[in-house]
Protein backbone atom coordinates (compact mmCIF):
# COMPACT_ATOMS: atom_id res chain seq x y z
CA UNK A 1 0.00 0.00 0.00
CA UNK A 2 1.34 3.33 -0.47
CA UNK A 3 2.24 5.84 1.64
CA UNK A 4 0.29 8.81 1.98
CA UNK A 5 1.46 11.86 0.26
CA UNK A 6 3.31 14.73 2.78
CA UNK A 7 1.84 17.94 3.63
CA UNK A 8 3.34 20.69 0.34
CA UNK A 9 4.10 23.36 3.05
CA UNK A 10 5.84 26.88 1.51
CA UNK A 11 8.77 27.21 3.28
CA UNK A 12 11.98 25.34 2.66
CA UNK A 13 11.19 21.90 1.67
CA UNK A 14 11.56 19.00 3.99
CA UNK A 15 13.25 15.53 2.91
CA UNK A 16 9.78 13.91 2.99
CA UNK A 17 8.30 16.49 0.36
CA UNK A 18 11.92 16.36 -1.89
CA UNK A 19 11.28 12.49 -1.86
CA UNK A 20 7.27 12.49 -3.00
CA UNK A 21 6.86 15.92 -5.09
CA UNK A 22 10.43 16.58 -6.56
CA UNK A 23 11.86 14.15 -8.73
CA UNK A 24 15.44 14.70 -8.76
CA UNK A 25 16.26 15.88 -12.34
CA UNK A 26 20.52 15.17 -12.17
CA UNK A 27 22.20 11.71 -11.55
CA UNK A 28 25.65 12.02 -9.14
CA UNK A 29 27.49 11.17 -12.23
CA UNK A 30 25.93 14.59 -13.76
CA UNK A 31 26.34 16.42 -10.62
CA UNK A 32 30.22 15.77 -10.58
CA UNK A 33 30.84 16.29 -14.35
CA UNK A 34 29.05 19.98 -14.23
CA UNK A 35 31.59 20.93 -11.08
CA UNK A 36 34.63 19.29 -13.11
CA UNK A 37 33.45 21.23 -16.06
CA UNK A 38 32.54 23.98 -14.41
CA UNK A 39 28.59 24.29 -16.01
CA UNK A 40 27.37 25.01 -12.46
CA UNK A 41 24.47 26.85 -14.15
CA UNK A 42 23.06 23.86 -15.40
CA UNK A 43 22.78 22.51 -12.04
CA UNK A 44 19.23 23.89 -11.17
CA UNK A 45 16.23 23.34 -8.60
CA UNK A 46 13.21 21.40 -9.88
CA UNK A 47 10.86 23.61 -11.69
CA UNK A 48 8.60 23.08 -9.10
CA UNK A 49 10.38 24.10 -6.29
CA UNK A 50 12.22 27.12 -7.73
CA UNK A 51 8.36 28.35 -8.12
CA UNK A 52 8.28 27.89 -4.05
CA UNK A 53 11.68 29.07 -3.65
CA UNK A 54 10.69 32.12 -5.49
CA UNK A 55 7.76 32.87 -3.47
CA UNK A 56 9.33 32.31 -0.19
CA UNK A 57 12.17 34.49 -1.37
CA UNK A 58 10.02 37.78 -1.77
CA UNK A 59 8.31 36.57 1.32
CA UNK A 60 10.81 36.24 3.59
CA UNK A 61 12.75 39.73 1.67
CA UNK A 62 9.84 41.33 2.75
CA UNK A 63 9.90 40.66 6.57
CA UNK A 64 13.49 40.92 7.17
CA UNK A 65 14.42 44.05 4.77
CA UNK A 66 16.64 41.81 2.29
CA UNK A 67 17.52 37.60 1.79
CA UNK A 68 21.03 38.92 2.71
CA UNK A 69 19.67 39.87 6.31
CA UNK A 70 17.62 37.30 6.55
CA UNK A 71 20.79 34.82 6.10
CA UNK A 72 23.29 36.79 8.08
CA UNK A 73 20.60 37.55 10.97
CA UNK A 74 18.64 34.72 11.28
CA UNK A 75 20.13 31.64 9.58
CA UNK A 76 23.85 32.40 10.00
CA UNK A 77 23.14 34.16 13.15
CA UNK A 78 26.43 36.75 12.20
CA UNK A 79 24.21 39.73 12.71
CA UNK A 80 23.08 42.03 15.25
CA UNK A 81 22.93 41.03 19.25
CA UNK A 82 20.47 41.47 21.97
CA UNK A 83 22.66 44.50 22.40
CA UNK A 84 22.58 46.07 18.91
CA UNK A 85 18.70 44.41 17.89
CA UNK A 86 17.90 45.37 14.38
CA UNK A 87 14.44 45.92 13.26
CA UNK A 88 13.19 43.78 10.26
CA UNK A 89 12.50 46.04 7.72
CA UNK A 90 16.05 47.70 8.06
CA UNK A 91 19.29 45.94 8.95
CA UNK A 92 21.81 49.01 8.85
CA UNK A 93 24.01 47.72 11.75
CA UNK A 94 27.95 48.35 12.73
CA UNK A 95 28.99 44.78 12.15
CA UNK A 96 28.35 44.42 8.80
CA UNK A 97 27.60 45.95 5.11
CA UNK A 98 24.57 45.98 3.15
CA UNK A 99 25.54 44.00 -0.03
CA UNK A 100 22.12 44.05 -1.34
CA UNK A 101 23.13 44.89 -4.73
CA UNK A 102 25.85 42.22 -6.60
CA UNK A 103 29.48 43.58 -6.95
CA UNK A 104 30.32 44.10 -10.02
CA UNK A 105 33.94 42.13 -11.33
CA UNK A 106 35.63 45.19 -12.34
CA UNK A 107 35.41 46.17 -8.24
CA UNK A 108 37.07 43.90 -7.53
CA UNK A 109 40.64 44.37 -8.76
CA UNK A 110 44.11 42.87 -9.29
CA UNK A 111 44.93 41.23 -6.68
CA UNK A 112 42.66 42.89 -4.43
CA UNK A 113 40.64 40.35 -2.60
CA UNK A 114 36.62 40.34 -3.01
CA UNK A 115 35.10 42.35 -0.82
CA UNK A 116 34.01 40.36 2.86
CA UNK A 117 31.54 41.58 5.23
CA UNK A 118 32.86 43.97 8.33
CA UNK A 119 33.01 41.86 11.36
CA UNK A 120 33.02 43.48 15.16
CA UNK A 121 36.45 45.06 15.70
CA UNK A 122 37.04 42.88 18.76
CA UNK A 123 36.86 39.46 16.37
CA UNK A 124 40.41 40.17 15.31
CA UNK A 125 39.66 37.58 11.99
CA UNK A 126 42.50 36.05 9.87
CA UNK A 127 43.61 37.95 6.27
CA UNK A 128 42.08 34.15 4.57
CA UNK A 129 40.56 31.60 5.32
CA UNK A 130 42.53 27.87 5.93
CA UNK A 131 41.16 24.81 6.80
CA UNK A 132 41.93 25.05 10.16
CA UNK A 133 40.13 28.44 10.89
CA UNK A 134 38.47 29.36 14.42
CA UNK A 135 34.99 28.01 14.24
CA UNK A 136 33.58 31.34 14.71
CA UNK A 137 34.94 32.27 11.55
CA UNK A 138 32.71 29.63 9.40
CA UNK A 139 29.73 27.98 9.58
CA UNK A 140 28.01 24.55 7.56
CA UNK A 141 24.70 24.49 6.71
CA UNK A 142 22.40 22.16 4.75
CA UNK A 143 21.14 23.90 1.58
CA UNK A 144 17.91 24.79 2.47
CA UNK A 145 16.89 25.16 -1.60
CA UNK A 146 19.01 22.08 -2.88
CA UNK A 147 19.49 21.44 -6.63
CA UNK A 148 17.38 18.79 -8.34
CA UNK A 149 19.74 16.32 -7.18
CA UNK A 150 19.73 12.34 -5.61
CA UNK A 151 17.93 12.66 -2.18
CA UNK A 152 21.69 10.47 -1.38
CA UNK A 153 23.34 13.66 -2.20
CA UNK A 154 23.19 15.74 0.57
CA UNK A 155 24.33 19.63 -0.55
CA UNK A 156 25.73 21.70 2.07
CA UNK A 157 27.06 25.19 2.05
CA UNK A 158 29.96 26.35 4.20
CA UNK A 159 30.08 29.77 5.00
CA UNK A 160 33.12 32.24 5.89
CA UNK A 161 33.58 35.60 7.12
CA UNK A 162 36.96 35.52 5.61
CA UNK A 163 37.50 35.50 2.04
CA UNK A 164 38.18 32.35 0.70
CA UNK A 165 40.09 33.25 -2.81
CA UNK A 166 43.15 35.88 -1.43
CA UNK A 167 46.30 37.08 -2.83
CA UNK A 168 48.25 35.39 0.14
CA UNK A 169 47.43 31.82 -1.50
CA UNK A 170 46.75 32.70 -5.20
CA UNK A 171 49.38 34.02 -7.28
CA UNK A 172 49.15 37.31 -9.29
CA UNK A 173 50.69 34.36 -12.12
CA UNK A 174 46.92 32.67 -11.81
CA UNK A 175 44.85 35.55 -10.27
CA UNK A 176 42.84 35.91 -13.35
CA UNK A 177 42.23 31.89 -13.96
CA UNK A 178 40.94 31.52 -10.07
CA UNK A 179 39.06 34.43 -10.62
CA UNK A 180 37.27 33.12 -13.57
CA UNK A 181 37.54 29.91 -12.59
CA UNK A 182 37.06 29.69 -8.80
CA UNK A 183 37.74 26.47 -7.04
CA UNK A 184 36.48 22.79 -7.04
CA UNK A 185 37.45 19.30 -6.32
CA UNK A 186 36.85 15.86 -5.09
CA UNK A 187 37.08 13.44 -2.38
CA UNK A 188 36.25 10.30 -1.54
CA UNK A 189 36.98 8.61 -5.41
CA UNK A 190 39.32 8.39 -7.83
CA UNK A 191 38.46 11.07 -9.59
CA UNK A 192 40.45 14.05 -10.09
CA UNK A 193 40.22 17.43 -10.64
CA UNK A 194 41.56 18.59 -13.66
CA UNK A 195 42.77 22.44 -14.51
CA UNK A 196 41.03 23.79 -17.10
CA UNK A 197 42.71 25.63 -19.61
CA UNK A 198 42.02 27.28 -23.62
CA UNK A 199 42.19 24.75 -26.33
CA UNK A 200 45.80 24.70 -27.27
CA UNK A 201 47.21 25.98 -23.86
CA UNK A 202 49.87 23.78 -22.22
CA UNK A 203 50.54 24.43 -18.37
CA UNK A 204 53.86 24.43 -16.52
CA UNK A 205 54.41 22.48 -13.58
CA UNK A 206 54.85 25.82 -12.25
CA UNK A 207 51.23 26.83 -12.76
CA UNK A 208 49.60 23.59 -11.91
CA UNK A 209 52.00 23.96 -8.51
CA UNK A 210 50.07 27.25 -8.00
CA UNK A 211 46.73 26.12 -8.90
CA UNK A 212 47.42 23.33 -6.33
CA UNK A 213 48.28 25.69 -3.66
CA UNK A 214 45.28 27.96 -4.51
CA UNK A 215 42.96 25.05 -3.48
CA UNK A 216 44.80 23.62 -1.03
CA UNK A 217 43.13 25.07 2.03
CA UNK A 218 39.64 24.85 0.86
CA UNK A 219 40.59 21.17 0.31
CA UNK A 220 41.61 20.40 3.60
CA UNK A 221 38.60 21.95 4.53
CA UNK A 222 36.19 19.14 2.75
CA UNK A 223 38.57 16.55 3.66
CA UNK A 224 38.15 17.02 7.42
CA UNK A 225 34.41 18.01 7.69
CA UNK A 226 33.77 14.99 5.20
CA UNK A 227 36.30 12.43 5.82
CA UNK A 228 36.84 10.36 2.50
CA UNK A 229 36.73 7.09 4.31
CA UNK A 230 32.99 8.02 4.70
CA UNK A 231 32.20 10.02 1.98
CA UNK A 232 32.25 11.09 -1.49
CA UNK A 233 32.45 14.41 -2.07
CA UNK A 234 32.56 17.03 -5.01
CA UNK A 235 32.63 20.49 -4.14
CA UNK A 236 33.55 24.38 -5.68
CA UNK A 237 33.93 27.68 -4.53
CA UNK A 238 32.56 30.35 -7.48
CA UNK A 239 34.62 33.00 -8.58
CA UNK A 240 33.96 36.25 -6.89
CA UNK A 241 31.88 37.30 -9.97
CA UNK A 242 29.28 34.47 -10.02
CA UNK A 243 28.72 34.32 -6.25
CA UNK A 244 24.92 34.88 -5.42
CA UNK A 245 26.11 36.58 -2.08
CA UNK A 246 28.98 39.06 -2.80
CA UNK A 247 30.60 39.95 0.09
CA UNK A 248 29.92 36.75 2.40
CA UNK A 249 32.38 34.09 1.07
CA UNK A 250 31.19 30.71 0.73
CA UNK A 251 31.67 27.10 -0.73
CA UNK A 252 29.12 24.27 -2.14
CA UNK A 253 29.56 20.78 -0.59
CA UNK A 254 27.69 17.87 -2.69
CA UNK A 255 28.49 14.47 -0.41
CA UNK A 256 26.92 11.19 -0.91
CA UNK A 257 27.70 8.65 2.17
CA UNK A 258 29.57 5.65 0.98
Given at each position: ??????????????????????????????????????????????????????????????????????LVNVRLGWGPTETR???????????????????????????????????????????????????????????????????????????????????AIVSPKIWKRIEKD??????????????????????SEETLQLVRDAHKE?????????????????????????????????????????
Open positions: MSSSPPPLGTGPPTDEEIDYYYTPMFSWETVKDQVDSGDLGNLKRHPAMQIRYDKWIAETAAVHGSIVAYPATPASHANPTYTDVEGHTDSKTLGLPTPPSTRPLTPSLKPPEYFTADIDPKYVKILPNDWPYSIPTSVKHFVFWTRVPIIHPGLWGFTGSDRIAEPRKLPGEEDTHRFVLENWPEDLWEVAWFVNPPRLQSIPGLAHGHVFARKK
